[in-house]
């Protein structure tokens, strides 16, 4: 486990499982088929906001930290951003369902799983044995522009804001 | 919440599923049981549970988005799988089997029946536990 820094290049071989969206699949009771999606891969030629909640549908991540992203979502694109995607340890189709229960059916946000919370481990940025931390990070053609992980319970570092003024 | 304690003198249908927002358990376990929720109190069902391995918040949330509110179909999390586990019937890895079980008002357990593919909603189905009541 190594701690990921400002200067450090984004990690090889980072993969994270989430439902790309489908048409057929928009509604919320309508569940589509998780598949991989090879992070280091696709980081390498774009600008990148990825931030990690402990919990899809917690009372936290659900009012204070996600609404965020979603308010600064036109700003953080006008700063050259061509992925913004939350992570958590929740399963595809949770992740795929908490999108849709925020109104976000394509692709502003993508929402994905940090299966067995790998990469959170990774990084050593873990709540308790199951959950990510909560942290953001922006990652430039590969490399880390900025890393925070949340000292306490408050959206702070990882907020939309903080992540806005280092774009 | 103790199952144990707070269903002594109740008849329950406990449904336990792979996992909420999954397809199959959202396409073809959860619906029958919500639109046969009157038939099974009309059989002297007192609580109709539905318990996945997902933790509580994501399962309040499913049952919410497949709008059932109130009291008749409670939406639990089998944390860590302890009840699909000391049981033998877990599915793949983490998460439940597919499974359902009538327990009578004194405790005792009068259906208990796991999907032998958990692709499949049969023994575990609504009808199939109807059928028994």
């Avoid at chain 2, 073809?28 to 059989?43: A, G, M, T, V």
Wanted: overall charge negative.
């Amino acid at each position: 486990m190594t701690s990921l820094k400002v200067g450090d290049s984004f990690p090889a071989g980072v993969e994270f499982t989430y439902i790309p969206y489908t048409e057929e699949k928009d509604s919320i009771t309508s569940c589509g088929s998780p598949q991989q999606f090879h992070a280091s891969e696709e980081f390498a030629d774009k600008k990148v906001v990825l931030f990690a909640v402990p919990g899809a549908f917690t009372p936290s991540c659900s009012v204070r930290h996600l609404p965020g992203y979603m308010e600064h979502w036109n700003e953080i694109k006008g700063k050259g951003v061509d992925l913004v995607i939350v992570i958590a340890m929740n399963d595809a189709w949770v992740m795929s369902a908490w999108g849709k229960a925020n109104g976000i059916k394509k692709d502003e946000i993508l929402f994905m799983s940090d299966a067995g919370i790998k990469f959170s481990r990774s990084i050593g940025w873990t709540k308790g044995p199951e959950r990510t931390g909560r942290y953001a990070m922006v990652i430039d053609h590969g490399k880390v522009m900025y890393a925070e992980n949340e000292p306490a319970g408050d959206v702070t570092v990882s907020g939309a804001e903080a992540v806005l003024s280092k774009l | 919440m103790d199952a144990s304690q707070q269903w002594k003198g109740k008849k329950v249908v406990l449904v336990s599923v792979p996992g909420a927002f999954t397809p199959g358990c959202q396409a073809n376990h959860l619906p029958p049981y919500i639109q046969n929720i009157e038939k099974l109190k009309d059989k002297g069902v007192d609580i109709v549970a539905v318990i996945a391995f997902n933790d509580s918040w994501v399962m309040s949330a499913w049952g919410k988005v497949n709008k059932v509110s109130g009291e008749d179909l409670l939406f639990m999390s089998d944390t860590k799988t302890f009840f699909s586990k000391n049981y033998g019937w877990s599915g793949l890895g983490e998460r439940n089997g597919r499974w359902a079980m009538v327990i009578e008002k004194d405790g005792t357990v009068s259906y208990a029946e796991v999907e032998q593919s958990p692709r499949e909603v049969k023994v575990s189905g609504a009808d199939a536990v109807l059928d028994q009541l």
